[in-house]
């Protein structure tokens, strides 16, 4: 993603990763894979790609997965960051208690 400017002490923000409630997953053919086998209540992780591909490879079960993401801007050293996702495979209506128990992210 290319942003030709962003004022100094302001931040660009992407979306990385998305998960659909379970009892919509199967009404949508980008945010289901029944090739992964993952139970009908429980939540499938999907990365958020500029292309969804067809085989939906975007889309992962519950686990932990580790993403190494490349920053540069013009005005400072390129850094590499790695973020931690923890997925539960759990949803919770509250979108507080999903954020603490469903799903965890953190930068390592």
Excluded at 29 to 41: C, K, M, R, S
Excluded at 64 to 82: C, E, G, I
Aim: a positive charge; glycine letters at 8%; charged letters at 20%.
């Amino acid at each position: 993603m290319f942003v030709k400017a962003i004022s100094p002490g302001m931040q660009r923000q992407c979306q990385l990763i998305a998960i659909v409630n379970p009892a919509e997953r199967a009404k949508a053919f980008y945010w289901d894979n029944p090739a992964l086998g993952i139970p009908a209540d429980k939540t499938i992780l999907g990365f958020q790609v500029l292309t969804k591909p067809f085989a939906r490879t975007h889309l992962v079960g519950p686990g932990t997965y580790r993403l190494v993401l490349h920053l540069a801007s013009a005005n400072t050293k390129p850094q590499q960051v790695t973020v931690e996702i923890s997925h539960t495979g759990q949803w919770l209506d509250d979108e507080e208690k999903m954020a603490a128990i469903g799903i965890g992210l953190k930068i390592i």
